[in-house]
């Protein structure tokens, strides 16, 4: 029997001690929100995880679900990284993860919330690297689904670096973007995102792993729906790398 269900009726720490407990071998799909995430299991053992950025990235993104469905595959192709005692270790400390996570929603309880430099006096404020690359990607208000996708970094260490940059008084929510239509949704799927050969769209630089690799999957014969079920992520986060690629040249403006 397959395992699977909701993650409001199973939380992830139920789901990952039954795989344990059973030492089952497969994969693991968590899907929430605009988010999805793959654990590869071994024997029960937790071996790799995919979805963001890196397998720690994913984990620890995996660990901010409190809601949406699991459904556990059992004998599927398993995967093991170069990083698994970081993810023992990411698990084992799950809950201060969590509390960050729950930190990180009190503020930003969606990620369409609208982000704005304030007009704090960044002179007097200590600023990190990390703090720095994210302000850098605020030159307009931005959606949070948006710095995702543009970050360098994985979803939950962006978040909590939006989080310090809010508490220092540097951003500020200014809004917050419409959801689209299902309707709206399936005929942007339908898009075959076609490339500007144009000699300024060749100069200018991709910024984010997700947005490169969704460039590089993008063959002009494509649908954008289909390059996102090859990258593993939701149809709304396409739109997001989209939107960013069209905005920076990369592809024509569709016609639809």
Known sequence: MALRGEISDVPIDQIFALIAGTKGTGLLHLDSDSFNVVIHFMEGNLINAEGDKSPLSSLELALGFYEGSFEFDKGEDVKPCDSQEELRKAYENREAIRAEWKKIRSVFPSNNLVIKLSDANKEEIEITGKEWKIISLLKVPTSINSLISLS???????????????????????????????????????????????????????????????????????TIKEIAKEMGISLKEAKEIFDYLLKIDKFDKPKR
Not at 193 to 217: Q, S
């Open 152 to 222: 360098p970094f994985g979803v939950f260490e962006t978040l909590k670096v939006l989080l310090s940059l809010f508490d220092k008084g540097l951003i500020e929510i200014s809004g917050e973007t419409k959801e689209e239509s299902s309707e709206a949704d399936e005929s942007f799927a339908n898009i075959v995102p076609v490339r500007n050969l144009g000699y300024w769209a060749m100069k200018t630089p991709i910024e984010g792993i997700k947005a490169i690799e969704f460039y590089r999957r993008a063959d002009d014969k494509k």
